[in-house]
């Protein structure tokens, strides 16, 4: 079964770090480009980061840009988000995404966020 | 940033009435424009990207439409597990960014 499971989400004090991992199964983490989108409890969805198959190209959102870092290890299969100086306001679920790579005929890629995981909860609070 | 804004905000139906939620960009994006539906507790799920490409394995009851600022979700028959909350997304710049859902409700 094609899958990702996030892990790592806790309570973390304002200031605080924590390191989430995204474990991928049934496909090769390597052949798609990846992203970490987040949720506060009963509000709207917020893209934060995304990064290529071999990890040489990454973006953020500009509110966790400078404190959070997107990485991978495609032998490992799995993806990260280091989180630095935490605030209130990051509390929510965090969920790993994978793109489905859909390009039309021109070559345009589009994003396609085919595989998302049940996410892990993330709460900064002292 | 990118806004994106959908209408309505929220919407009361029955079960097999025609549905369309409209998504408008603050500036123009192409095609660049996804939708997802997510139930209470669940992660999102992939209905429609490039504007109108209906996801593998989504009903045919489901039909995406515009380009530029203008687009919009169509749900022809609406069934009871189609209850749910339904976001667009814009992928033509970062940051990506989403509307802020519609709720679609008995």
């Known amino acids: 079964e094609v899958q990702v499971v996030e892990s790592g989400g806790g309570l973390v004090q304002p200031g605080g770090s924590l390191r989430l991992s995204c474990a991928a199964s049934g496909f090769s983490l390597s052949s798609y480009w990846m992203h970490w989108v987040r949720q506060v409890p009963g509000r709207g969805l917020m893209w934060l980061s995304n990064?290529?198959?071999?990890?040489?190209?990454?973006t953020y959102a500009d509110s966790v840009k400078g404190r959070f870092t997107i990485s991978r290890d495609n032998a490992k299969n799995t993806l990260y988000l280091q989180m630095n100086s935490l605030r209130a306001e990051d509390t929510a679920v965090y969920h790993c995404?994978?793109?489905?790579?859909?390009?039309?005929?021109?070559?345009?890629?589009?994003?396609?966020?085919?595989?998302w995981g049940q996410g892990t909860m993330v709460t900064v609070s002292s | 940033a990118i806004q994106l804004t959908q209408s309505p905000s929220s919407l009361s139906t029955t079960v097999g009435g025609r549905v369309t939620i409209t998504c408008r960009a603050s500036?123009?994006?192409?095609?660049?424009l996804a939708w997802y539906q997510q139930k209470p507790g669940k992660a999102p799920k992939l209905l429609i990207y490039?504007?109108?490409t209906l996801q593998s394995g989504v009903p045919s009851r489901f039909s995406g439409g515009g380009s530029g600022t203008d687009f919009t979700l169509t749900i022809s028959s609406l069934q009871p597990e189609d209850f749910a909350t339904y976001y667009c997304l814009q992928d033509y710049s970062y940051p990506r960014t989403f509307g802020q859902g519609t709720k679609v409700e008995i």
């Open positions: 490039a504007a109108s």
């Open positions: 995404v994978r793109d489905l790579d859909y390009s039309d005929a021109s070559g345009h890629h589009f994003d396609a966020f085919d595989i």
């Open positions: 990064i290529n198959g071999d990890g040489s190209s990454t």
């Open positions: 500036q123009g994006i192409t095609n660049d």
